[in-house]
């Protein structure tokens, strides 16, 4: 704990009405992984009733699940929750937001490149994924467009992440095992993953102009 | 001009070793206009020799030189030097961002969003711009996907950067003009003109998924 009474770096790092979290990492993560699982699950199985889809959309699918529920609920709750490290009770999200402020005490501390790109992920990216999930499902002609816009925004919200960090100094992490399991880790999935939905889209529609065109009437 | 020697509001913003601009506003706008025209029409011009181009190709490599150039130089100086408000020649340059920085003092004093999302703009952004330009002339297969995704980056970068600002404050304008006619004025072509080609690009590539398939031998 810091002279101003929580965990964060930069100690002096100004909180009011601090409330230190309830729930322990394991807890936390537990409760975030099964649901997940979960979810993920049940959308590979429905997703297996789906005419004619191969084993990568429903893959897509499970992923684009997982990740607009992320962004709607998790960081919704964040985006619009300024005091959420004042909250007195075990409030699931609140939690969430205490633990991971370890690895970027910027989330605590209000950063408003931080917040914005929260607020643009849970507003947009987060109902736009799962509009990918129906798009996937009854292949919309829309569908590869939506993943390319759904994860170049996901890859320009890391960068401006992990840019504006730097510039302000690369110091936000209570310890290096929070950085690397943290600010590092827990975001790596969400710079890998896209950038291979961006590969994978690109090529997939250059392909569809590349078709030769003798069937359009126009 | 503030206590501190510079006209930039909060005046109480710290920028050791400020020297003021030497270029007028008419003649940094008329040096920006006029360069941009020459290109612009130079690009009109040599784009009417390709084969098979539509106007709106052509206006739309117009625009892409434009922003590309745009978007390497003056946004590609600036977010590689942070000391131009220093500057003590008329670099025409380090001129425009004085002048911009009084529409917006975050430029002058290196906000780490402003700064993030002018870095992304300048190295991504603006080389991928000029590859539109010879992706529509020479009809790639993937120049939609590119229009897409340059145009998306832009309006990631304008919900950013207005965002950052409201959350701040939205106070960095030296005066209601400069709030308009640069903060609003100069970055509104930035928000209408790319969102028009994502919903272009957008429906281009969702008539070519729509299209009949008979042809496709795989």
Redesign the interface.
């Known amino acids: 704990m810091s002279s101003e009474g929580h965990p964060y770096v930069p100690h002096g790092l100004y909180l009011p009405g601090y409330v230190p979290g309830f729930l322990s990492m394991t807890t936390i993560l537990s409760v975030y992984a099964g649901v997940s699982l979960v979810i993920v699950l049940l959308t590979w199985r429905l997703s297996g009733r789906c005419a004619k889809i191969s084993k990568i959309d429903r893959l897509l699918m499970c992923w684009f699940i997982f990740t607009g529920l992320t962004h709607i609920i998790l960081e919704g709750y964040f985006a619009f929750s300024p005091e959420f490290y004042k909250e007195k009770t075990p409030n699931y999200l609140a939690e969430v937001w205490k633990e991971y402020s370890k690895g970027d005490s910027r989330y605590a501390a209000r950063d408003?490149?931080v917040?914005?790109?929260e607020?643009?992920t849970a507003v947009l990216e987060g109902p736009a994924s799962l509009l990918a999930v129906y798009a996937i499902a009854t292949r919309k002609?829309?569908?590869?467009?939506l993943q390319?816009?759904i994860s170049?925004?996901q890859l320009?919200?890391d960068?401006?992440y992990f840019?504006?960090s730097f510039?302000?100094g690369d110091n936000f992490a209570t310890s290096p095992f929070y950085y690397w399991a943290y600010y590092v880790g827990a975001n790596s999935s969400w710079v890998v993953i896209p950038a291979l939905i961006v590969i994978r889209?690109?090529k997939k529609?250059?392909?569809?102009?590349?078709?030769?065109?003798?069937?359009?009437s126009r």
Chains 1, 2 share one sequence.
Do not use: C, D
């Open positions: 408003a490149g917040v914005a790109v607020g643009i002609p829309y569908s590869y467009s390319l816009a170049l925004g320009y919200g960068a401006a840019i504006t510039l302000e889209s690109w529609i250059s392909a569809a102009f590349q078709v030769p065109k003798k069937t359009k």
